[in-house]
């Protein structure tokens, strides 16, 4: 079975540069690149087997060779300067941080999944959903534990009050919260009523493989990634593909081929700009033009050499924040001078894989496969600093969660899901030295 995302591999890159433009335009310059390819009726797809890996070795390489070119991975992406070229004491900044607690769910499978909502924290162990009190992280109640046949969940959001899981059966629920504070499945996505509509008519299918066709609303591979923006859902899948729900009846009102490879992330701005991150190593930016039904794609990055695993935006979708299997995560800025994004360098330090990333406020975490969460902040002049490294897992750290506790400024507590089966809880004070 080959593997769609890259953990522990990543270390042996031989991946070629990709050179191609790091600008990123934004909507108001539609029209520079074609439309991508639609999965329309008429369309045919290749096959949705599991992708090929970004990353690849001959069989004939020499066992010298295959050592060189691990010393030169260590070097990620030379071409783009690094930014963390600050320190707290630079910024004038107090940083404290200290692991709480830590929990294991009862059946110690790995942590696929973590979401904040309210004030609840959920968490998936394979096809389970446990929920928690964010305060006490005392279990509330499970659900979805009777249905293994649903694979592993791979992400969770939140949207008019429904509760979106994503799975690996490629199918999306929805889940309703009773009076009695549990969650009743409402439907899957694509819905009865959706598929009824357009079964009867042969436009509606397209080839996913060889002699075996789907309607074009159906993911045809595992659902990786859920983002939500303006009463829409926003699906990614290893099928390549990018799809839009609405969530007032829950209907697929647009399908994008997106990527070459399985898509492994997705963020959207405020405005409605959608970031996708692909195994093919690329991130695509893609805008519906004023007037217009579908998304169009705007541009293409090319400047991770591997898989792309994980993509975040910050407050304001001013600033993109993209890892990868090359241990870089990569800083992309809008310039105030022009409407668009340039790459702006990138942030190093984790020794292997970028699985994870989430902005809160002016912080980014980062989580790795080398077992550790990084917080990173923006300093003058673009340039970051690497405020703490927080440790404990001794997994790969595949998901993390983190929300800014009102009551204390400065204050925000993270959570860290990881392969061991384990969630750990740190609370992250950062202050100005003024102040104290």
Partial sequence: MRVRTCLATCSTSTCTSNTSDSTIPLPKTINRTPTPKLLLPSDTTSSSDAPSSSISSSNSTTTSN????????????????????????????????????????KSSLPITCLSVHANLLYAASSHEINVYDRATCETLCS????????????????????????????????????????????????????RLRRFVFPKNYVTVRRHNKRLWIDHAD??????????????????KSLKIWRASDLRCVESVRAHEDAVNAVAVSIEGTVYTGSADSRIRVWAKPVGEKRHVLITT???????????????DGSVLFSGACDRSILVWEREDSANH?????????????????????????????????????????????????????????????????????????VFGGSLDGEIKQWQVTVSNRNIL
């Fill in 66 to 105: 295959s050592s060189l070119q691990r010393q030169l991975s260590l070097q990620t992406l030379p071409s783009v300067p690094s930014l963390q070229k600050l320190s707290p004491e630079t910024l004038n900044l107090s940083i404290s941080h200290l692991c709480i607690t830590s929990i294991k769910p």
């Fill in 222 to 239: 595992a659902v990786t990634g859920l983002a939500v923006n303006n009463g829409f859902i926003y699906s990614v899948s290893w099928d």
């Fill in 301 to 315: 990055l090319e400047k991770h050499k591997s898989a792309v695993n994980a993509l975040a935006l910050n407050d």
């Fill in 143 to 194: 659900f979805n534990g009777q249905d293994s046949s649903s694979g592993s969940l791979k992400a969770v959001t939140f949207c008019d009050g429904k509760l979106f899981t994503a799975h690996q059966d490629c199918k999306i629920r929805v889940w309703q919260i009773t009076e009695s504070k549990r969650y009743k499945l409402l439907t899957t996505l694509p819905t009865v009523n959706d």
């Fill in 341 to 413: 994004m340039v790459v702006t360098g990138a942030l190093r330090g984790h020794r292997k894989a970028i699985l994870c990333l989430i902005n809160v406020s002016d912080l980014l975490f980062s989580g790795s496969a080398d077992c550790t969460v990084r917080i990173w902040q923006r300093g003058l002049d673009g340039r970051y600093c690497c405020l703490a490294v927080l440790e404990g897992h001794q997994k790969p750290v595949k998901s993390l969660a983190a929300v800014s506790e009102a009551a204390s400024k400065g204050v925000v507590s």
